[in-house]
């Protein structure tokens, strides 16, 4: 959480935590006993029994055992819904790509969240799951590739269903393939290409795009959250467009009117950095200072990222 900050980003969107430990974090950052960002917090996901991340999350089958798993996270106070809509790269025996939670089962997880007034993301990989996503009125969608000869992307344009491509995630567990198991590299291999294919997509689709990087998997650490923006800039984002994604872009995605730009009434959540992001991306990871709510991190808490 201190790393995310020093780094500059002062909101940070959760998708999954083992245990909802991501609203305990939030809650004492909120009370001040430690450094961090504002958590939008999912804490756990939501997966079919055996399915994507199935270790940290609520395993839940039918739409019964659904609706009571989204009920239970809202109880917990979760602000968004995390579904587990398709396979993914890092779970043992899973395949990237292959639908797993019916559309049933995410129709009615979204109805359930959207009375309560929680947003839904969905890690979706494919065009089957993304797909039942989208119909099903989901908020955005995680990752979104395998995507790239599809008509989704306007649809998405015009729900709005918002897309976070996490483009660093897989090219980061390459650049980390001798700690991890062959199975999860095959699978990021397969994957990676898809992925930025779908994006340029997106791209030409005019689809809605939020930054998010996908912190924490292998190789992606926190705090180096501005490389998502270099891989988007690197896929035929302007730089622009990609910062506008990272602030802008970001706060709509989450429905935070008061984050995102520089203006009145905004909370002065603030990045300086030594160099211009728009002609040099990497500046981003040279910062000079970050002020959160108005509040200047101090020296001791500032560190290049």
């Given amino acids: 959480a201190a790393a995310t900050l020093r780094a500059g980003v002062t909101t940070v969107r959760c998708v999954g935590t083992p245990a909802n430990v991501d609203l305990v974090l939030w809650d004492a950052i909120a009370q001040g006993r430690i450094a961090g960002p504002r958590i939008v917090a999912a804490g756990r996901p939501i997966a079919m029994t055996g399915g994507h991340a199935h270790a940290m999350a609520i395993e839940a089958d039918g739409v ?6 989204v009920r239970s996270q809202i109880k917990a106070r979760v602000d968004v819904i995390k579904l587990m809509v398709t396979g993914g790269v890092l779970t043992p025996g899973g395949k990237p790509g292959t639908p797993q939670m019916l559309p049933e089962e995410i129709a009615v997880a979204i109805t359930v969240a959207h009375r309560a007034n929680r947003r839904v993301c969905g890690h979706a990989e494919g065009a089957e799951g993304v797909r039942d996503a989208i119909l099903a009125g989901i908020d955005s969608i995680e990752h979104g590739f395998f995507v790239a000869d599809d008509p989704l992307f306007a ?11 996490t483009l660093v995630a897989y090219a980061a567990i390459l650049d980390a393939r001798d700690a991890l198991p062959p199975e999860a590299v095959v699978n990021a291999e397969l994957a990676i290409e898809r992925h930025r294919e ?20 292998p190789g992606n650490p926190h705090g180096a959250n501005w490389r998502e923006v270099a891989h988007m800039i690197g896929q035929g984002m302007s730089p622009a467009a ?5 602030t802008r872009g970001g706060a709509a995605l989450l429905g935070l009117a008061d984050v995102g730009a520089i203006a009145p009434e905004m909370r002065a959540d603030l990045l300086l950095v030594a160099g211009n992001p728009l002609a040099e991306v990497s500046s981003l990871g040279v910062v000079r200072e970050v002020w959160s709510g108005g509040r200047r991190l101090p020296a001791a808490e500032r560190t290049d990222a």
Avoid: C, K, N, Y
């Fill in 155 to 165: 649809a998405m344009r015009e729900g709005p269903t918002w897309l976070v491509p």
């Fill in 64 to 69: 019964d055992a659904v609706i009571a798993a």
């Fill in 242 to 246: 990609a910062l506008i994604a990272a």
């Fill in 198 to 217: 779908s994006f340029r997509h997106a791209l030409a689709a005019e689809a809605p795009i939020a930054m998010g990087s996908d912190a924490g998997t």
